[in-house]
């Protein structure tokens, strides 16, 4: 039903167009002319500003010709570097890069897949339903785009982001809160030499209050980390100042929310025992996703799955995406596995049959939309 040859040349032209975050002028000008091309309008949003970079979100409405529930599907524009100069090399059933530069499949493919569906939609007369795709910028630099999105302009009843590792009837139904945690500490200045018990010395201060908390994996669902330290002015003067950063994670926004607070209890009760005083700032980067294999967002996704002979896979993550924003604010949201292995590297690589299947699990979602719907006639 696909045209692989057409579907390969369209991502190939994707990732040839460089978009490194904050630099996606280019392929969002690429995507508002593919929208024009199929007759829909792509629009821009603000997000530009917020986010500091050449280009906001796009938002592109395409009206249903058959009753069912209202999907969004959202992808990044943005990519990491080396990203610039990407050739894609097609051979033996694999696309990569020449080496030298990342391939972007992260998150392309997805585009690339997005933009085909459209096509096999219109050309084979297919029923369809609302459908809203979201494409946004700087999501590698901490989802920006999506947070500066504002969500309330979407009629979409459920949604999907496709930028998940793991070939494709993977979805991810657990993903993580993170707190971003910092910790600055005030000591005294003094000679290292001449008068050090003048001084109180903040480097040091931060490293007892770091050695009676915990680190790394904390349980089953919760880890953290204490990533940067900065601080002190020269190696003869007692610090006088320090900074910590550091993160925590959960599956549980309850465990999240406890481990925050007894890590930061134990640092700053630490630091002023010692006499030294603490400042801290706690920053939530993203709410957790925790959805059930019988939630309609899941449901819908993994009979999708097996109506083309995908085996839908269950599994949970550590990180943030996307989605993690789209479902904060509202819409059940699960991000789907595309098949993009080795991101963030220049090996970075995709399966052809990977790159069709995602395109056809697109296809079967927006028919499984249809098909579900209660209004609908079979
Ligand atoms: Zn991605």
Redesign the pocket.
């Known amino acids: 039903m696909i045209n692989e040859d057409r579907l390969v040349k369209g991502f190939c032209k994707l990732v040839g167009t460089a978009s490194v975050s904050g630099r996606e002028g280019a392929v969002r000008d690429l995507l508002i002319k593919a929208m024009a091309d199929r007759g829909l309008k792509a629009t821009e949003d603000a997000a530009a500003l917020t986010v500091n970079g050449e280009s906001g979100n796009l938002l592109a409405r395409i009206p249903g010709n058959a009753p069912g529930q209202k999907v969004l599907f959202a992808a990044?524009m943005d990519t990491v570097e080396p990203g610039e100069g990407v050739v894609a090399v097609v051979e033996a059933g694999i696309i990569r890069s020449q080496g030298d530069t990342i391939l972007g499949s992260?998150?392309k493919a997805a585009i690339a897949a997005l933009l085909e569906a459209l096509d096999v939609l219109r050309e084979k007369h297919l029923a369809f339903p609302d459908l809203e795709l979201l494409f946004t910028v700087g999501?590698?630099q901490g989802l920006k785009g999506a947070k500066a999105f504002d969500f309330s302009v979407l009629q979409s009843e459920i949604g999907y982001v496709l930028?998940a590792g793991g070939e494709p009837g993977c979805i991810v139904i657990q993903s993580p809160c993170q707190n971003e945690i910092e910790y600055e500490v005030y000591g005294r200045a003094a000679h290292a030499g001449i008068n050090p018990e003048e001084g109180l010395n903040a480097v040091h201060l931060a490293a007892k209050a770091l050695s009676s908390m915990p680190s790394g994996r904390i349980d089953h669902d919760t880890t953290c980390n204490f990533g940067l330290i900065a601080g002190g002015k020269a190696r003869n003067i007692v610090a006088e100042y320090c900074h910590v950063r550091g993160e925590a994670r959960s599956l549980s926004r309850r465990k999240l929310d406890e481990l925050t607070a007894a890590l930061t209890q134990t640092f700053c009760d630490e630091v002023e025992r010692q006499g030294g005083r603490a400042q801290t700032s706690i920053t939530l980067l993203y709410p957790e996703i925790s959805l059930k294999p019988d939630d309609e967002v899941v449901r819908l996704a993994a009979s999708a799955a097996r109506s083309i002979g995908l085996k839908p896979r269950l599994i949970k993550t550590g990180g943030g995406?996307d989605a993690s924003i789209i479902h904060g604010a509202g819409i059940p949201c699960a991000n789907l596995g595309v098949g993009m292995q080795k991101?963030h590297t220049c090996q970075e690589f995709i399966k052809l049959s990977d790159l069709s299947a995602v395109t056809r699990l697109i296809l079967a979602i927006i028919q499984t939309a249809v098909e579900q719907n209660p209004d609908s006639n079979p």
């Open positions: 990044h992260d998150d999501e590698e930028d995406s991101v």
